[in-house]
């Protein structure tokens, strides 16, 4: 497993941006697929997109695919998802996994509470 943590969560107002980012200390992140999820209240957890190791390749659903953006920087060790126009419906808690080989995202950090609201 791997530990992961997530940070740049916060409140925003529906329209602005914001960017989370995902990092493990102390072990690199470069060989694994990572992913984004998010969980609204009293919602189950949603995948929202993944990036391959590389980062040559990303996946969004459909939902946030013109409005949201994955990517990484593996020589910092991060992984990263961009939010613009945010809704107030984005409110939720992201969080980042990894796909570390044992079938499926199972590593996963804490989550960071994201609120969109005027």
């Known amino acids: 497993q791997v530990h992961l943590v997530e940070s740049g969560g916060g409140l925003v107002q529906p329209g602005e941006s914001l960017q989370l980012s995902c990092t493990s200390p102390?072990?690199?992140?470069?060989?694994?697929?990572m992913g984004w999820f998010r969980q609204a209240p009293g919602k189950e957890r949603m995948y929202i997109g993944s990036?391959?190791?590389?980062?040559?390749?990303?996946h969004r659903i459909e939902a946030v695919r013109d409005r949201f953006t994955i990517s990484r920087d593996n020589a910092k060790n991060m992984v990263y998802l961009l939010m613009n126009n945010m809704k107030p419906e984005d409110t939720a808690i992201y969080s980042c996994?990894?796909?570390?080989?044992?079938?499926?995202?199972?590593?996963w950090g804490q989550g960071t509470q994201v609120t969109v609201s005027s």
């Open positions: 990036i391959s190791s590389d980062g040559d390749t990303t």
């Open positions: 102390g072990r690199s992140l470069s060989g694994y697929l």
């Open positions: 996994a990894a796909d570390v080989g044992n079938g499926g995202f199972t590593s």
